[in-house]
């Protein structure tokens, strides 16, 4: 069962420029995570952000959630070409002790 | 230097072949899971463990087989029964299950089955 959908599907950006990912989700959550996937490898935790948290940073990453419409955004800020990966958001639906990742973002930054 | 290790990163099997992917970690993590990555999709769950010898079958468990020994390992055991075998194979752990914890992954196994 796939929860979380990320959006778009694949983003290019010069360097410098901030890049937004989207993830729509099903069911209510207690918590999100954003995790970064470079090609052939394995994936590394962003950040976490809990339900009754709206924004969070951390470095040049924003994370906001939107319970009401279901949704998260992940930004990028000043983007370099080191950024260069696949973006997934992870959700944990309520009653439940798994993730369930989402399809992900390929992001390209151009240097 | 802890973390999760996988081995190995490339795997060749025949068709009809059981394998086995091994998954260790040193971070004293009680959780640890089993996840298939295929081309451009995301993480399909197939197999976790809470605690030492449980486990349960994740989204997509048919065909695989798993066991929990000891803290530190949960090998992964593609059998022949697994009609589509090649793809990322990825073990991750947390302190504990759910999702107020972060995972720790590993490299990954690739396993080509032919």
């Known amino acids: 069962s796939q929860q979380g959908e990320e959006d778009p599907q694949a983003l290019s950006i010069q360097e410098g420029e901030n890049a937004t990912m989207n993830c729509s989700y099903k069911t209510s959550i207690n918590n999100l995570q954003w995790y970064r996937q470079n090609s052939g490898r394995g994936l590394v935790h962003l950040i976490l952000i809990r339900s009754n948290e709206r924004e969070k940073h951390s470095g040049r990453l924003r994370v906001t959630l939107d319970t009401s419409k279901k949704s998260s955004s992940l930004l990028i800020t000043a983007s370099r070409a080191a950024d260069t990966a696949s973006y997934f958001c992870?959700?944990?639906?309520?009653?439940?002790?798994?993730?369930?990742f989402g399809t992900g973002t390929r992001l390209q930054v151009f240097p | 230097d802890g973390g999760i290790t996988q081995s190995p990163k490339y795997l060749f099997r025949k068709e009809g072949q059981n394998v086995t992917l091994s998954c260790e970690q040193n971070?004293?993590?009680?959780?640890m899971y089993w996840y298939r990555q295929d081309p451009g999709q995301g993480l399909r769950l197939i197999y976790y463990s809470q605690i030492v010898n449980d486990f349960q079958k994740g989204d997509i468990a048919e065909g695989y087989s798993v066991s929990r020994e000891k803290k530190e390992s949960f090998p992964l055991t593609v059998t022949s029964a697994q009609k589509n075998p090649t793809a990322f194979y990825l073990c991750?752990?947390?302190?504990?299950?759910?999702?107020?914890?972060?995972?720790?992954f590993g490299p990954g196994t690739r396993l080509t089955v032919t």
């Open positions: 991750a752990s947390s302190p504990s299950s759910g999702g107020t914890y972060e995972q720790y």
């Open positions: 992870a959700t944990d639906a309520r009653n439940t002790d798994k993730l369930i």
């Open positions: 971070l004293n993590h009680d959780a």
